[in-house]
């Protein structure tokens, strides 16, 4: 088979010494199976005698798709089925003349199998997961772990060669992120391969991408990582970089809201706000509560911002910031309780408490709205880094069990932290800031 130059390129890789972790593809149709498949071959070749992996979330997927490659790339190398090699359906193996197989496995996080106890006893020379991103990275890294069959007897490392398509999930943090900021780590590769890059294609696959609806066409066919296409999702993706070009968005009223965070852990934010243009964002990482309440005091000075104005997260450790402004600095400032019961919000039909599980949802779904709506500007510097993670928290704002009637709630933290690695800090505290609409603002009286 006559690889092509990004199919060469992982190939190359995955011989090198340094390489035991290659992500390949980001795109449909550069050749990403074919190339999963091309590698198991030419290793149970190489190596008679070897046991490899080929994963797949899905079993059935697996067969239907994968597979179907694999006959078709096995043909193209001149085999024969059932002379050099044979299928078992049933065991799930494909079994080479010379000694080597090929397993097929399911990788799917079943509930009843946490742990993966089924991959157990498991031992591989090395292994191809096809479609990465549809398995959870607990489950690779147990493949990972298994692959140590024989390798000092042949002499190799373990290597592990996945493919994907874009997501927001794990390979995006473990590989597409790092490769972008030019910071992989020595021991694994990222390369990326579009539809453009196999000559192999038909060109009826390539017009079939370009009908494809926005956000898939982003993906799939330009192999842009950054559209996340989760139906889920409450925030626009151009929305959110919109946020740096509202500049229309009037001044106002001005408030500090901040999401603290646990000393060592994550980094505070703290926004200074006029109307709902952001002027000043400040991060602060590995900082103690009674500095943080000094830095937002010294902001309110800095920008007139009255203690009702000023708000912190009063469940989390944020509780101890409003502790130090109610105690010691005898400023009452607000506080943000996540789980409280919603507010009322003024309707044309009067003041009506509307039906979200708590006031963190109601939040964020107004914030969702009005950043929708371009009702937010950010006017202030904000380094790439931070810019990056804002993107990323707002992205991460999901209706949580969109099937099911009732109150409307938003994915949990916990589920966010489990994706992103970290807590969606930034994103909350822009969110803090729909409490001011919320609560009703007292009418001028005039005497
Ligand atoms: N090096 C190659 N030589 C010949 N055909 C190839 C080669 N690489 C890919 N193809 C063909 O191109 C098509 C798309 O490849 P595939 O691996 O299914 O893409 P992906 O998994 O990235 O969507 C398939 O029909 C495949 O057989
Ligand atoms: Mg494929």
């Known amino acids: 088979m006559n690889l092509t130059q990004k199919q060469t390129r992982a190939i190359d890789l995955l011989e090198s010494e340094a390489i035991t972790e290659l992500l390949y593809g980001g795109a449909a149709g550069g050749g990403k199976s074919a190339l999963g498949c091309f590698w198991l071959i030419f290793n149970c070749y190489e190596y008679p005698g070897s046991r490899w992996l080929m994963g797949r979330a899905v079993l059935k997927t697996l067969k239907e798709t994968t597979l179907k490659t694999f006959f ?23 079994r080479f003349s010379g000694g080597s197989e090929i397993l097929l496995k399911d990788l799917f996080a079943y509930p009843s199998d946490p742990n993966f106890d089924s991959l157990g006893s498991l031992e591989v020379t090395g292994a191809f997961i096809d479609e990465a991103n549809q398995i959870t990275e607990k489950a690779k890294n147990i493949v990972k772990s298994r692959i140590r069959y024989k390798l000092d007897e042949f002499g190799l490392k373990p290597k592990l060669l996945m493919t994907c398509n874009p997501a927001k999930g794990w390979a995006y943090e473990s590989f597409y992120r790092p490769f972008k900021a030019q910071q992989m780590p ?36 330009y192999g842009n990582w950054e559209y996340d296409s989760d139906p889920a999702a409450l925030i626009e993706y151009d929305a959110i970089l919109d946020l740096w070009k509202n500049d229309f968005v009037a001044e106002g009223e001005k408030y500090i809201t901040c999401d603290a965070a646990r000393f060592g852990g994550d980094a505070a934010k703290i926004a200074v706000w006029s109307g709902w243009r952001i002027i000043g964002w400040h991060s602060l990482p590995k900082c103690s509560m009674t500095h943080l309440a000094d830095q937002i005091e010294a902001l309110m000075t ?15 450790v944020g509780g101890g910031v409003f502790d130090i402004f109610r105690d010691y600095k005898r400023k009452a400032i607000k506080g943000f309780l996540n789980g409280s019961s919603p507010l009322e919000e003024a309707t044309p039909q009067g003041r009506v408490k509307p039906n979200y599980a708590n006031l963190k949802a109601q939040c964020y779904y107004r914030l969702a709205d009005r950043i929708n709506h371009g009702g ?13 993670r804002l993107i990323q928290d707002l992205e991460q704002v999901k209706q949580k069990d969109m099937d099911k009637d009732g109150k409307r709630a938003v994915v949990p933290k916990e589920k966010v932290k489990e994706l992103i690695g970290r807590s969606p800090d930034g994103g909350d505290t822009l969110m803090f800031r729909e ?6 603002k007292k009418e001028l009286v005039f005497r």
């Open 72 to 94: 078709e790339i096995a043909a193209r190398e001149g085999l024969v089925a059932d002379v050099d090699y044979q299928y078992r359906e049933n065991a799930g193996v494909i």
């Open 186 to 221: 020595h021991d694994r590769a990222f390369v990326p391969s579009l539809v453009t890059d196999n000559p192999h294609i038909s060109r009826h696959y390539i017009n079939n991408l370009h009908t494809l609806d926005k956000a898939s066409k982003e993906r799939l066919l």
């Open 435 to 440: 409490w001011f609409e919320l609560k009703p």
């Open 302 to 316: 800095k920008h007139n911002v009255p203690a009702s104005h000023v708000i912190v997260d009063e469940d989390g």
């Open 376 to 388: 937010v500007y950010i006017a202030c510097p904000m380094p790439t880094e931070e810019k990056e």
